[in-house]
């Protein structure tokens, strides 16, 4: 983002803001996804600092979003947190149990700040949304997404302006675009769905959505991971491997996912919007992003993560910290965000910025997450949400890696699900 353009947005919000007397406050960001992703924070970060001269931001690379929620509740109960982290939406339960956040909505303080508030997307704000409070603000967020290459579906006589939107015909289009060699080795996979521990239970998400079902309760305190529409989304994406054979056996690495796609060796791939801009600068074919199939109703899955104060920081860290929190979430902001990364801008503003306005026209593909939030659900969430997700991923993993049925695997899960959930229930 220019300086004239991320300027007005900061000046606009220090026009509203106490003075404060060099305050510091640490800043915990996950790297999670590909790109130079620190590159971009660090410019916000200086932006913000030469606009707020007597505010100090020290911003800490914490690793995945597991290792960053891990080291701030470390952090927390040693005394030394962060001021302000930003966190899976999802780790909502966990961290107000451990009662290391403070309400963000308690920093309200002028129509201005109300204003800012109430621009978020619902789907997006009500993941922050608990007991009567708003805990987070939504920055890093996505949805999942399918990246298919145009030059394959061409090469295998697939019109590359169709991608599939039921259950059948991915599989279908999956059997066109798997290559074999000579030696019946294949050189090109119709699909790849990511299955590892960091990322399974979030695009499994979303094939239970499109199956009908859910992985758990709004109140985070019950899972249904042995219900027939959770089961019968197993069975059908370890069938694309076992018995269609249009995905690479076992378990498919998230993080080398995009990879494998820009180099040829998956023709479809789940992942997040936020491989966006990584992929578009680095593959070297042209490609589509399509929203997911149905079965028979399209859905996905909303992911990312939001931004919380620690409620150990003092009233006037928190000040500052709201501001950094504000400014990181401008419509403007956002916008930039979304660009340079391929998240989804969280807030309507941002959509109707001239920036964004114009990426989307010059990259179409931009817009196919926001155009899908309509029919996404949230991503499982629980209290001890990494201890379950843990459970639900290693059932997966069983799986999908031919160890146990997906019924006896997620039957298993179930149990020990609730077995960690029955002592936060009444």
Same mark, same amino acid.
């Given at each position: 983002?220019?300086?004239?353009?991320?300027?007005?947005?900061?000046?606009?919000?220090?026009?509203?803001?106490?003075?404060?007397?060099? /305050?510091?406050?640490?800043?915990?960001?996950?790297?999670?996804?590909?790109?130079?992703?620190?590159?971009?924070?660090?410019?916000?970060?200086?932006?913000? %600092?030469?606009?707020?001269?007597?505010?100090?931001?020290?911003?800490?690379?914490?690793?995945?979003?597991?290792?960053?929620?891990?080291?701030?509740?470390?952090?927390?109960?040693?005394?030394?947190?962060? /001021?302000?982290?930003? $966190?899976?939406?999802?780790?909502?339960?966990?961290?107000?149990?451990?009662?290391?956040?403070?309400?963000?909505? %308690?920093?309200?303080?002028?129509?201005?700040?109300?204003?800012?508030?109430?621009?978020?997307?619902?789907?997006?704000?009500?993941?922050?949304?608990?007991?009567?409070?708003?805990?987070?603000?939504?920055?890093?967020?996505?949805?999942?997404? $399918?990246?298919?290459?145009?030059?394959?579906?061409?090469?295998?006589?697939?019109?590359?302006?169709?991608?599939?939107?039921?259950?059948?015909?991915?599989?279908?289009?999956?059997?066109?675009?798997?290559?074999?060699?000579?030696?019946?080795?294949?050189?090109?996979?119709?699909?790849?769905?990511?299955?590892?521990?960091?990322?399974?239970?979030?695009?499994?998400?979303?094939?239970?959505?499109?199956?009908?079902?859910?992985?758990?309760?709004?109140?985070?305190?019950?899972?249904?991971?042995?219900?027939?529409?959770?089961?019968?989304?197993?069975?059908?994406?370890?069938?694309?491997?076992?018995?269609?054979?249009?995905?690479?056996?076992?378990?498919?690495?998230?993080?080398?996912?995009?990879?494998?796609?820009?180099?040829?060796?998956?023709?479809?791939?789940?992942?997040?919007?936020?491989?966006? /801009?990584?992929?578009?600068?680095?593959?070297?074919?042209?490609?589509?992003?399509?929203?997911?199939?149905?079965?028979?109703?399209?859905?996905?899955?909303?992911?990312?993560?939001?931004?919380?104060?620690?409620?150990?920081?003092?009233?006037?860290?928190?000040?500052?910290?709201?501001?950094?929190?504000?400014?990181?979430?401008?419509? %403007?902001?956002?916008?930039?965000?979304?660009?340079?990364?391929?998240?989804?801008?969280?807030?309507?503003?941002?959509?109707?910025?001239?920036?964004?306005?114009?990426?989307? /026209?010059?990259?179409?593909?931009?817009?196919?997450?926001?155009?899908?939030?309509?029919?996404?659900?949230?991503?499982?969430?629980?209290?001890?949400?990494?201890?379950?997700?843990?459970?639900?991923?290693?059932?997966?993993?069983?799986?999908?890696?031919?160890?146990?049925?997906? %019924?006896?695997?997620?039957?298993?899960?179930?149990?020990?699900?609730?077995?960690?959930?029955?002592?936060?229930?009444?």
């Amino acid at each position: 983002m220019t300086r004239a353009l991320l300027g007005s947005a900061a000046l606009s919000l220090a026009a509203l803001s106490p003075a404060f007397a060099q /305050t510091e406050i640490t800043f915990f960001y996950p790297v999670q996804v590909g790109g130079p992703l620190t590159e971009v924070v660090d410019g916000y970060v200086a932006e913000f %600092e030469a606009q707020n001269p007597d505010i100090s931001v020290e911003a800490i690379y914490s690793g995945s979003y597991t290792d960053t929620t891990t080291r701030a509740l470390t952090a927390a109960r040693s005394g030394t947190p962060p /001021t302000v982290a930003v $966190m899976l939406a999802t780790d909502i339960f966990t961290l107000i149990d451990a009662e290391v956040i403070a309400p963000l909505d %308690e920093q309200i303080a002028t129509p201005e700040d109300q204003a800012w508030l109430d621009g978020f997307m619902p789907a997006y704000l009500a993941s922050a949304r608990l007991d009567g409070h708003v805990w987070g603000a939504p920055f890093q967020r996505s949805t999942a997404v $399918m990246y298919y290459n145009k030059e394959a579906y061409a090469a295998a006589g697939l019109d590359p302006e169709t991608p599939p939107v039921t259950w059948e015909e991915m599989v279908e289009h999956g059997k066109a675009l798997t290559i074999r060699d000579d030696a019946g080795n294949v050189t090109q996979w119709g699909l790849g769905i990511p299955g590892s521990s960091n990322a399974a239970h979030w695009l499994f998400g979303a094939l239970v959505a499109q199956n009908g079902g859910q992985l758990s309760s709004e109140d985070g305190l019950h899972t249904f991971f042995d219900s027939p529409e959770v089961i019968g989304a197993l069975e059908y994406w370890v069938s694309l491997g076992a018995e269609h054979a249009i995905h690479p056996p076992g378990v498919l690495e998230w993080g080398t996912t995009p990879s494998d796609f820009m180099e040829g060796r998956l023709a479809m791939a789940w992942t997040t919007t936020g491989n966006l /801009t990584n992929i578009r600068d680095n593959a070297p074919f042209d490609f589509g992003v399509a929203a997911y199939p149905g079965n028979p109703d399209p859905a996905s899955v909303l992911g990312g993560g939001n931004m919380y104060i620690f409620a150990d920081a003092s009233d006037e860290e928190k000040a500052a910290a709201f501001q950094f929190i504000k400014f990181m979430t401008s419509d %403007e902001l956002l916008a930039d965000w979304g660009i340079q990364t391929g998240y989804v801008a969280p807030r309507d503003g941002s959509w109707d910025t001239q920036a964004l306005q114009d990426y989307v /026209t010059e990259v179409p593909q931009a817009d196919v997450a926001r155009r899908q939030i309509a029919v996404s659900v949230p991503e499982i969430s629980t209290y001890e949400g990494q201890r379950v997700n843990e459970v639900l991923n290693a059932a997966l993993q069983a799986a999908l890696t031919g160890q146990q049925t997906p %019924e006896a695997a997620l039957t298993a899960a179930q149990a020990e699900a609730e077995r960690i959930l029955s002592v936060y229930r009444d």
